[in-house]
């Protein structure tokens, strides 16, 4: 028995809502389903000591919080047992977001060694913003890596890990090409892993003599299509490189990772075959 045309109108009307309300969910999953990628690098010229050496790599996080106090975030960084965290970049973007920084901060520094790099997102917040924000940071047991290397130490070997402000900060600051200068003269030889927020700036990170760098600032390419490497680059062109996953330029290796956060469009957090990622990975010694 054919249906009356009200009854009939109310239920094409129901399926759309449905089908409207399962589109929504998919694409929130889509820009904020947090997910974990894990990557085992090999890498010529790094120690035996640290071959199975775990890094988790968080960058772009531009203010979000996934959970109270980020608590599924930092949840999901304990289940990779981290030996160290490291940080690239674009955390806040405006200066009310230091609020969350001392939660993230307490929870990340208590399951492993925590390092963070500037974005260019923060300085464009005001040079003030980052100068509340870096010793913020370090007083909620983050180390903060402005254009100087720390060593580290594992079952007897050692490398370096540098770290380098985003070229939006001060123009007089230590270029990444005198700060690895200063690492080949002061820690000759040893394997030097770069925390650097531009993904863009890999050529001049590899000459530089950089073994690994970590970036981020690419965000995935926003919109990740089969055979790109996503649509939309850091700096608004069409079909960028370099913006997510593993390449290798020379004997230097970089990571990129996709981000966490989104405010590189007219629609902050939009994303598409992109969800935000943590980056798990683990070195393995080459050759």
């Known amino acids: 028995m054919r249906l009356p045309l009200g009854l009939r109108i109310l239920r094409a009307i129901a399926v759309l809502a449905a089908v409207l309300a399962l589109g929504a969910a998919w694409f929130y999953w889509q820009c904020w389903g947090l997910m974990t990628t894990r990557a085992e690098l090999t890498l010529d010229g790094l120690p035996a000591g640290f071959d199975g050496y775990r890094i988790v790599h968080l960058s772009d996080l531009h203010g979000h919080e996934y959970g109270e106090g980020n608590a599924d975030l930092i949840s999901r960084v304990a289940a990779e047992k ?66 100087r290397y720390e060593i580290l130490e594992r079952n007897g070997d050692r490398i370096v890990l540098a770290g380098v402000d985003d070229p939006n900060g001060f123009g007089d600051q230590k270029t990444p090409e005198a700060l690895a200068a200063e690492i080949a003269e002061e820690q000759p030889g040893l394997y030097t892993i770069l925390l650097a927020h531009r993904n863009t700036e890999f050529g001049r990170y590899a000459a530089a003599g950089y073994d690994l760098v970590l970036s981020g600032h690419g965000h995935g390419g926003i919109v990740r299509l089969p055979f790109t490497d996503g649509l939309i680059g850091a700096n608004r062109q069409f079909f960028p490189t370099h913006m997510a996953g593993l390449y290798t330029e020379g004997d230097s290796v970089l990571y990129v990772s996709r981000g966490l956060g989104n405010n590189t469009t007219p629609f902050p957090g939009f994303r598409l075959f992109n969800r935000p990622e943590v980056v798990s990975l683990t070195l393995r010694a080459g050759e």
Do not use: C, F
């Open 82 to 147: 981290p030996d160290i965290i490291v940080m690239t970049g674009d955390l806040i973007d405006r200066a009310a977001q230091l609020e969350m920084i001392p939660a993230l901060a307490d929870g990340l520094s208590a399951i492993a060694p925590t390092y963070y790099v500037t974005g260019n997102h923060e300085w464009a917040t005001g040079t003030n913003t980052v100068r509340a924000l870096k010793p913020l940071l370090a007083e909620h047991g983050v180390t903060v890596l402005t254009n």
